[in-house]
């Protein structure tokens, strides 16, 4: 009994270390390496873009067109809001797009995935 207690402090303690974030973990895309910049957009598109667009960027999805090499603008103007940058003539007539905003802190780390070599 009287071994419980330091057990239990220790046991607190080490729960504690490992739900604390790891550095790197939440870092802003701005604080990124291109690397690292082109992987986190990589996972963002997997799982809020794939779902309309192809797995492949560079094909058109079921719903929505191919997009590799989109420009930061369209990316913007899309996710943000649902539309296009002034003059921009859409690969499709379709307005299924629904805005993305909480993607917004994302939207550099999309665009470097899109526009990888």
């Given amino acids: 009994m009287r071994y419980l207690l330091p057990f239990s402090l220790l046991a607190i303690v080490f729960v504690g270390v490992g739900c604390t974030p790891k550095?790197?973990?939440g870092s802003a895309p701005s604080e990124l390496s291109a690397d690292?910049?082109?992987?986190?957009?990589?996972?963002i598109y997997v799982s809020s873009c794939?779902?309309?667009h192809n797995v492949d960027p560079s094909k058109d999805g079921s719903v929505g067109p191919a997009i590799k090499g989109s420009s930061l603008e369209l990316i913007s103007a899309r996710v943000l809001r649902a539309a296009?940058?002034?003059g921009y003539k859409p690969k499709r007539e379709t307005a299924q797009m629904p805005a993305l905003p909480h993607l917004e802190k994302e939207i550099p780390a999309l665009h470097a995935y899109l526009n990888e070599k």
């Fill in 23 to 25: 550095a790197g973990s």
């Fill in 36 to 43: 690292q910049l082109k992987e986190r957009g990589k996972v």
């Fill in 50 to 52: 794939i779902a309309c």
């Fill in 84 to 86: 296009y940058p002034a």
